[in-house]
């Protein structure tokens, strides 16, 4: 069974930074899109950023760009999310997502349990 | 970017009657190069990560009851739980993948009436 497990939340202050992983493991990593979704507590779904198996192609929310940087690495089945500048609207449980193929996401078959990061002072 | 409406925000139903969701889009999703439509489904239940129910609009995924149908075309799109079960008690959301900017529909919570 695909497996998902995400790491590095926390409390950070605003402006502050933190470093999102998610561990993959029990699919060939490098073959798969893949993504990062938040949602608020109580509250909706948003995307937030993706990128492909190979890592060359990378895309953003307009609300994360040029403070979110997405990266992969193969070698480690690992996905991470750098996260500067954060902002108190960052709060939000981050779900990594694994897409379906290799270029782009599509729609997104298996989930994390998500982890919790809150922006507050 | 794309704007998914979905209606209502909530719906009661009884076990074993039908319950419909729908959801609108602000652009049309069906690619006309591959006749696909990139609209996919998700139930989220209290406590858990979202799940994969219906992709390209109809297509269930591995696993998914066949109570569950996904219909539409072009903007307009429906889920539909046939013979509502007390396990399907969820928030259920509509995602496009039509655009690199992918957006989410603000859900739907469904309940037992």
């Known amino acids: 069974e695909v497996q998902l497990l995400e790491s590095g939340g926390g409390l950070v202050q605003p402006g502050g930074s933190l470093r999102l992983s998610c561990a993959a493991s029990e699919f060939t990593f490098s073959n798969y899109a893949m993504t990062w979704v938040r949602q608020v507590p109580g509250k909706g779904l948003e995307w937030v950023s993706a990128?492909?198996?190979?890592?060359?192609?990378?895309y953003y929310a307009e609300s994360v760009k040029g403070r979110f940087t997405i990266s992969r690495d193969n070698s480690k089945n690992t996905l991470h999310l750098q996260m500067n500048s954060l902002r108190a609207e960052d709060t939000a449980v981050y779900y990594c997502a694994k897409g379906i193929v290799g270029g782009y996401p599509y729609y997104f078959d298996y989930w994390g349990q998500g982890t919790l990061v809150t922006v507050s002072s | 970017d794309i704007v998914l409406t979905q209606s209502p925000d909530s719906l009661a139903v009884s076990l074993g009657e039908r319950a419909t969701i729908n959801c609108k889009s602000s652009q049309s999703l069906l690619y006309r190069s591959n006749n696909k439509i990139y609209l996919a489904w998700y139930q989220q239940k209290p406590g858990q990560p979202p799940k994969l129910l219906i992709y390209?609009?109809?297509t269930r995924d591995s696993g998914v009851p066949d109570r569950f149908s996904g219909s539409g075309s072009g903007t307009e799109f429906t889920l539909t739980i046939s013979g509502l079960q007390a396990e399907d008690v969820a928030v259920y959301y509509c995602?496009?993948?039509?655009?690199?900017?992918?957006?989410f529909g603000q859900g739907t919570k469904l309940e037992i009436k």
């Open positions: 990128i492909s198996a190979s890592g060359v192609n990378t």
């Open positions: 995602q496009q993948y039509y655009s690199t900017s992918y957006t």
């Open positions: 390209w609009a109809s």
